[in-house]
């Protein structure tokens, strides 16, 4: 089973931007449906945005206007880049391939001044 590894994430102060990213060593993972989820401290996961394989995207409405769910076939990634973020946005975010059931290993993102 192919592995979906992630990078980016970090501490950064409300109204700042992050990109996530998500890797995966076979090309059909990410070019079918993947999303982002996240998980704050002593909360469910939830799901935060998603990109279909045919581009359509959904997104929560908590992050509507402020993240953008994107795919680049070629390098084998799905990026979620969030801007405005704010303390809210504070959680473990994890990347999923919607059509294996895969997740990725999760990277803290902390908004605080």
């Known amino acids: 089973q192919a592995q979906l590894v992630q990078s980016g994430g970090g501490l950064v102060q409300p109204g700042e931007s992050l990109r996530l990213s998500c890797v995966s060593t076979?090309?059909?993972?990410?070019?079918?449906?993947m999303s982002w989820y996240r998980q704050a401290p002593g909360k469910q996961r939830e799901l935060v945005a998603q990109i279909t394989g045919g581009g359509i995207t959904n997104y929560a409405d908590s992050v509507k206007g402020r993240f953008t769910i994107s795919r680049d076939s070629a390098r084998h990634a799905v990026y979620l880049q969030m801007n405005s973020l704010k303390p809210d946005d504070t959680a473990v975010y994890y990347c999923?391939?919607?059509?294996?059931?895969?997740w990725g290993q999760g990277t803290q993102v902390t908004v605080s001044s």
């Open positions: 999923r391939s919607d059509l294996y059931g895969s």
């Open positions: 076979e090309s059909v993972y990410v070019d079918n449906a």
